[in-house]
């Protein structure tokens, strides 16, 4: 065995103990799951890098490259931060083991070195999408008409709400509130796991579609034999399958957004366009964190900064909805 497979091993040792550590603190499968990936990261970074898996010398340098080397591998902010908060707390181990004297991945901050530019739907596509899933509604088979009442609502919830996929999936219609009050507007509920409940604003036109949509709703679940509580569902093009609507389906919902209508979005890029548009609307910081579901500490200072290139409004979800109305009444007609 040479002194390059000998490092290998040594390190590999290492880890193995280090998750037989964290498993005797009761980390759940799935975590440790996570850890084995970031560290085959951080390994494949060595050997990339250093040319060998060998942790001798590893200083605050070296710490650098690696934030650098995520930062080309990965476009996602939380996806370089968690590996290289699992490198800490692996460093944090050989402390303790006294393989090392002191944790250099401690001496380099996660952010704001990390902090992703925000990148919005822009309002051109937004009202694109509007336009399409408005136009579409007519359509004459009812599950088509239903669905794509059902991504109306989905586009409401995100942009004029910044619910994320997460928030949607297992979203019921005892968490949406319809005002009975003019000057005040319908809300829905977000029940975090670990937190207050809390309630978020929706557009004015929610209203009127979301009637219209639990109507049509009940209407297919008894056609369907179904019964469940959540607003969303998943379907095929004849009847409803189940309640709720995954994170994946949500995204492919997304996917065929950008296929068919050649525009940018995604949920993430359409919560970040409602972020803009709560800051324009001039809401309170603080009360703005509330409905992202972030910490007090959390800063808005990349939305600020970027605040004139990208604009948003919600007046053109009622202006467009009534526009479409009008057009369908008088093709009725004639």
């Known amino acids: 065995m040479n002194q390059s497979q000998a490092q290998e091993g040594q390190l590999k040792q290492l880890q193995e103990q280090f998750?037989?550590?964290?498993?005797?603190?009761?980390?759940?499968?799935?975590?440790?799951?996570?850890?084995k990936t970031d560290l085959e990261c951080f390994n494949q970074f060595l050997f990339k890098e250093q040319k060998h898996l060998n942790l001798d010398h590893f200083k605050i340098e070296q710490v650098e490259?690696?934030?650098?080397?995520?930062?080309?591998?990965?476009?996602?902010?939380?996806?370089?931060?968690?590996?290289?908060?699992?490198?800490?707390?692996?460093?944090?181990?050989?402390?303790?083991?006294?393989?090392?004297?002191n944790n250099p991945v401690r001496k380099v901050p996660t952010s704001p070195k990390f902090l992703d530019k925000p990148r919005p739907t822009s309002f051109v596509d937004i009202k694109t999408l509007w336009s399409f899933l408005l136009e579409e509604e007519n359509s004459p088979q009812p599950m088509s008409r239903l669905s794509f009442k059902r991504n109306q609502l989905i586009v409401l919830l995100i942009?004029?709400?910044?619910?994320?996929?997460?928030?949607?999936?297992?979203?019921?219609?005892?968490?949406?509130?319809?005002?009975?009050?003019?000057?005040?507007?319908?809300?829905?509920?977000?029940?975090?796991?670990?937190?207050?409940?809390y309630t978020i604003p929706l557009p004015r036109v929610f209203?009127?579609?979301?009637?219209?949509?639990?109507?049509?709703?009940?209407q297919m679940k008894s056609k369907s034999n179904m019964e469940f509580k959540h607003l969303l569902f998943?379907?095929?093009?004849?009847?409803?399958?189940?309640?709720?609507?995954?994170?994946?389906?949500?995204?492919?919902?997304?996917?065929?957004?950008?296929?068919?209508?050649?525009?940018?979005?995604?949920?993430?890029?359409?919560?970040?366009?409602?972020?803009?548009?709560?800051?324009?609307?001039?809401?309170?910081?603080?009360?703005?964190?509330?409905w992202m579901g972030v910490a007090p500490s959390?800063?808005?200072?990349?939305?600020?900064?970027?605040?004139?290139?990208?604009?948003?409004?919600?007046?053109?979800?009622?202006?467009?909805?009534?526009?479409?109305?009008?057009k369908n009444i008088r093709l009725n007609r004639s």
């Open 207 to 218: 209203d009127i579609i979301y009637k219209e949509y639990v109507q049509e709703l009940d």
């Open 65 to 101: 490259q690696y934030g650098d080397y995520l930062q080309q591998r990965y476009q996602s902010d939380n996806s370089r931060r968690r590996r290289l908060q699992t490198l800490r707390v692996f460093f944090d181990f050989l402390v303790e083991e006294d393989v090392f004297n």
């Open 234 to 290: 998943n379907a095929n093009p004849y009847s409803i399958l189940s309640g709720g609507l995954s994170v994946r389906g949500t995204e492919i919902i997304f996917e065929e957004f950008r296929k068919k209508l050649m525009i940018t979005i995604t949920p993430k890029s359409l919560r970040q366009s409602c972020i803009f548009k709560w800051l324009q609307q001039g809401h309170n910081e603080l009360l703005i964190k509330e």
């Open 159 to 197: 942009f004029g709400a910044g619910l994320k996929v997460s928030d949607l999936s297992g979203l019921t219609v005892d968490q949406i509130f319809i005002s009975e009050n003019e000057d005040e507007p319908s809300r829905v509920m977000i029940n975090p796991p670990k937190r207050d409940p």
């Open 298 to 326: 959390y800063s808005l200072k990349l939305y600020k900064d970027h605040l004139s290139q990208h604009i948003f409004s919600d007046e053109f979800l009622m202006e467009l909805y009534r526009f479409y109305q009008k």
């Open 19 to 35: 998750f037989v550590n964290l498993k005797n603190k009761g980390r759940s499968t799935n975590t440790l799951k996570n850890y």
